[in-house]
């Protein structure tokens, strides 16, 4: 905010009255887990494309169809998932899998055994370099960001988890769940007549 406040004043003004609980993903108490807001309006804009200029009803009927269409194709996707026995959704799923190949690369140090978030350093000994992050398993955060972020357990994080024998499974948000993604699209439409 204060590099936005040295380029524009009126733009920090502007931002300034806006909630930050509503516009920032670091003030939102992680429930976004990834989403921005601009992801949310190009989402909206996907399934409006082409219905731009028409009249009401046909932009209406175009929207419903592109809606029923995009909850058909997700149920299926969904039913799909389930049969290959995924806890989670496809992007959940990849993310926990590559965070997974990453944590092998860490070596854990221990600060403090004693305190409910013990405070753990990671360090990756190949490709960048190494990187220091702080992991507070009880606070299901660490300071590279990404679990507060995504709401998965990042490498880092993973690394510690293993550390300590603790499911990192259960550290992954239920809102990756796949019941919950079936259970959002599996509400049937009626004809709009
Ligand atoms: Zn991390």
């Known amino acids: 905010m204060e590099e936005i406040k040295k380029q524009n004043v009126?733009?920090?003004v502007f931002l300034d009255q806006i909630n930050k609980k509503k516009r920032t993903a670091s003030h939102d108490g992680g429930w976004r887990c990834g989403?921005?807001?601009?992801?949310?309006?190009?989402?909206i804009n996907g399934v409006l494309k082409g219905a731009?200029?028409?009249?009401?009803?046909?932009?209406?009927?175009?929207?419903?169809?592109?809606?029923?269409?995009?909850f058909c194709v997700r149920?299926?996707?969904?039913?799909?998932?389930?049969?290959?026995n995924q806890l989670w959704t496809d992007f959940a799923c990849k993310m926990f899998?590559?965070?997974?190949?990453?944590?092998?690369?860490?070596?854990?140090?221990?600060y403090s055994h004693s305190?409910?978030?013990?405070?753990?350093?990671?360090?990756?000994?190949h490709g960048?370099?190494?990187?220091?992050?702080?992991?507070?398993?009880?606070?299901?955060?660490?300071?590279?960001?990404?679990?507060?972020q995504f709401g998965i357990p990042c490498s880092h994080a993973k690394k510690v988890?293993?550390?300590?024998?603790?499911?990192?499974?259960?550290?992954v948000k239920d809102y990756y769940d796949l019941m919950a993604y079936n259970n959002t699209y599996s509400k049937h439409f009626e004809p709009v007549q």
């Not at 989403?35 to 989402?43: D, P, V, Y």
């Not at 899998?97 to 221990?110: G, M």
Request: with cysteine.
């Open 10 to 12: 009126g733009a920090f």
């Open 35 to 43: 989403i921005l807001t601009i992801n949310m309006s190009e989402c």
């Open 52 to 70: 731009r200029r028409l009249p009401v009803s046909a932009l209406v009927e175009i929207t419903v169809k592109r809606i029923v269409h995009y």
């Open 75 to 84: 149920a299926i996707k969904g039913h799909k998932m389930l049969q290959n």
């Open 97 to 110: 899998i590559s965070w997974q190949q990453k944590a092998v690369e860490h070596t854990v140090t221990e």
């Open 115 to 125: 305190q409910q978030s013990p405070s753990v350093v990671t360090r990756r000994q």
């Open 128 to 148: 960048h370099g190494i990187n220091t992050h702080v992991v507070k398993i009880g606070n299901r955060e660490c300071s590279c960001g990404k679990w507060n």
């Open 161 to 171: 988890c293993g550390a300590y024998n603790i499911s990192d499974a259960s550290m």
